[in-house]
């Protein structure tokens, strides 16, 4: 098991759907990015083990 603290945009991009109350894990399945500082948008993560 990983535990490890989620970083900004993972944080501000976490949806309901991502957490798994009774097996008490969470997936990062997708980032809070903004572009031309001024327009936000999901993205994918970066890491190959975090889009699968």
Same mark, same amino acid.
């Given at each position: 098991?990983?535990? %490890?603290? =989620?970083? %900004?945009? $993972?944080? !501000? #991009? !976490?949806? $309901?759907?991502?957490?798994? +109350?009774?097996? %008490? &894990? $969470?997936?990062?399945?997708?980032? +809070?990015? #903004?572009?031309?500082?001024? *327009? +936000?948008?999901?993205?994918? =993560? *970066?890491?190959? &083990? &975090?889009?699968?």
């Amino acid at each position: 098991m990983i535990i %490890r603290q =989620p970083h %900004r945009g $993972e944080a !501000l #991009a !976490l949806h $309901e759907d991502d957490a798994y +109350l009774d097996k %008490r &894990s $969470e997936y990062i399945r997708r980032t +809070l990015a #903004a572009i031309d500082n001024n *327009q +936000l948008v999901f993205t994918a =993560p *970066q890491t190959r &083990s &975090s889009r699968n």
